[in-house]
């Protein structure tokens, strides 16, 4: 711009003092401008901006394919969930025995194995097992016979169940529940005295003990139902038998995990008398 107007300057100056037509020295003046803007660098066809030093580049690789930075990727941070520590019970009878309810499937699968073994494996007690072991020995007393007969008589035979019967196995069923809970519960009051043990863990074994009863009454429940065939005396026998193999097994477990060695021997003689009661009252 300033060298249009310097030659515009130059070229009216020449104007006056030569005095010569105005239009001519236009059309020169302008043909002096266009020369000197149509200059060449001899740059012609290369790219201005192509080494810009503001771009990083692959060494080989055209600006257009450079591949995008990797994102980093970063963990995020985890934090620690704060641990609820476990308060103390409060002072009161249900609280105290309540921690002995307290068992998880596993520990009483556990337990109830351990109980059929004769090997002596100790486990914190608990009387949520012994509870339920007994009542699961009262109901396969009442369900063996009944199942039983229910399937010989109703469904086979056809024929309605007696009413004296019925009244049969609801005695049976109430001799059942004291019995057991009787003997599982007061029995380990004897063993305290004798074993110098506290009371929770004798209850514990003794309840897991009655697991050998619930096979025992259904075999011989489905045995005693055989009487209406006649052969009383074989029946009789095979049921002693059964009764024998049990009160064997629970007189060995118990003197394995008792550990008490010559004390145990009257817990022994009193189950002993507790399995031939059980036969004499319930079959």
């Known amino acids: 711009m300033v060298m249009f107007r310097a030659t515009q300057q130059i070229g009216n100056i020449g104007i006056k003092q ?3 037509n105005p239009e001519l020295l236009q059309t020169k003046q302008t043909t002096f401008i266009n020369s000197q803007l149509r200059m060449s660098d001899e740059l012609d066809g290369v790219d201005d901006f192509g080494g810009n030093p503001f771009e990083e580049a692959l060494p ?6 450079v591949p995008p930075e990797p994102i980093p990727n970063v963990e995020p941070e985890v934090v620690p969930t704060p641990v609820e520590e476990t308060r103390p019970l409060a002072p009161g009878l249900l609280n ?6 307290q068992l998880t499937t596993a520990d009483f699968k556990q337990r109830a194995l351990a109980s059929l073994s004769l090997r002596s494996e100790t486990h914190p007690p608990d009387l949520y097992g012994p509870l339920w072991i007994t009542a699961t020995v009262v109901m396969s007393r009442f369900l063996g016979s009944g199942l039983f007969s229910l399937f010989i ?5 056809g024929i309605m169940p007696e009413l004296s019967n019925s009244s049969h196995q609801s005695w049976s069923l109430v001799h059942c529940t004291w019995l057991f809970y009787a003997y599982t519960l007061l029995t380990p009051f004897i063993a305290q005295k004798l074993l110098s043990t506290s009371f929770i863990p004798l209850v514990s074994v003794y309840g897991y003990s009655n697991i050998t009863w619930i096979a025992g009454c259904l075999l011989l429940s489905t045995t005693d139902e055989f009487r209406r065939l006649g052969n009383n005396f074989v029946i009789t026998i095979i049921e002693w038998v059964i009764v024998s193999l049990l009160a064997l097994k629970r007189s060995l477990s118990f003197y394995n995990k008792l550990e008490a060695g010559r004390k145990s021997l ?6 002993i008398a ?6 004499i009252l319930l079959f």
Do not use: H, Q, W
Not at 274 to 279: L, M, P
């Open 18 to 20: 030569t005095g010569k």
């Open 60 to 65: 080989g690789t055209p600006l257009e394919e």
């Open 96 to 101: 105290y025995y309540s921690r002995y309810f």
């Open 153 to 157: 008589d109703g469904i086979i035979g």
């Open 266 to 271: 009257p817990l022994l003689i009193l189950d």
């Open 274 to 279: 507790f399995c031939v009661a059980a036969k």
